[in-house]
């Protein structure tokens, strides 16, 4: 059987050296370059010893019992994204919600308290207030500007700070560092939600991060065809991490961990072509009298591009669009007559998309904020040549122009 260990240079390697050697070993697979796709549920031991003993061992690199457990497959991937993010251990889910689900669960118990950041991912916010309270865990959402002042809001049942930079449809950077050197203090869990980065423009744990969740069914798989969530960690929290992603059993099949493995071997030049894209669109929106105001991390004028700049390394191709009020009517118009653009709720892959967001529908602590602006418009630039992106969305504000 190929054995994928991790591989010990990770740490001084440069990303793109990383993206496309970690977790292959193509020398014990007949030089084969990449990982085979294993379909397995059932996985025999040879005697009863074995099979004890394999049990006990079961977290551990390559041991495999049952297929919900994981193959050498998911290994591979597993061992890719740690290494990719500088983090120790990581474990497919299927799903990116079924990662921020997992995550969170591994720390929690009735009675706790979570510190959520209000610019999170819609569906973890509806797990924490439609979910966790049921089962006694309450949740107070915070500002993601907070940085170091985070302090006041942690009591003494706080298990996890959860953070998302930059935040969902806002984009709001947050001070990652200070935030978990406060949370350190208290002895919490700082979780993130680095999907916007997907292990490319960000790492995590130098930031003191402990758990990184990706939706790696954006830039990882890449390609819009399939769904996968990525747990990582330190080996401090791995076997909670672990036995709270088996308890759930949300696992990932074995055909979507190959897509994802194919993804995440070109996702470095992929991010750099999104990144050159979507910058290229937010400074020519920021010049169109149509636009209030782009929400781009990598604009000088975005209030968290200080932060952006001193942490990240680059940008994805998702970002925010506020427009000066216009009608339903004229939105329509402009959105519906894109030609390379499709509706769509989900980003990351080779595509442009946009969406028409509502900002103040999910935000608690800065409702107030995103209330009183024109529409909100979440782009997200695919791998188009940016030319075209550009004229697609200039016949679009003729559009929105003659219907307003
Ligand atoms: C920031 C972020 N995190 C997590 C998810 C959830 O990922 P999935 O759709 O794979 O469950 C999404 C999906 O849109 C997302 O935007």
Redesign the pocket.
Known sequence: MPAFPPNLECKVMKKDTLITTAGRDPESNHGIVNPPVYHASTITAPSLAEFRELRTRRWDLDVFTYGRQGTPTHQSLEVATAALLGGDRAVCMG????A?NAAMLAFLEAGDHVLMVDTV?G?ARNFCNNFLGRFGVSTTFYDPEIGADIKALIQDNTKIVYT?SPG?LTFELQDIRAIADEAHKRNCVVII?D??SSGVFFQPFEFGVDVSVI?A??YIVGHSDA???IITTTDEHWQRVRQSASALGANSGPDDVYLALRGMRTIGVRMRQHHENGLKLAKWLEKRPEVDRVLHPGLSTHPGHEIWKRDFSGACGLFGVVLNPVSEGAIAAMIDGLELYGMG???GGFESLILLTNPAATRTVAKEKWQNDGPTLRIHAGLEHSDDLIADLEKGFERLNTTR
């Open positions: 799903s990116g919600l079924a921020i991912y569906p998302e969902s939600d999907t916007w939706a069914t954006k769904m996968m969530g709720s989900s980003w």
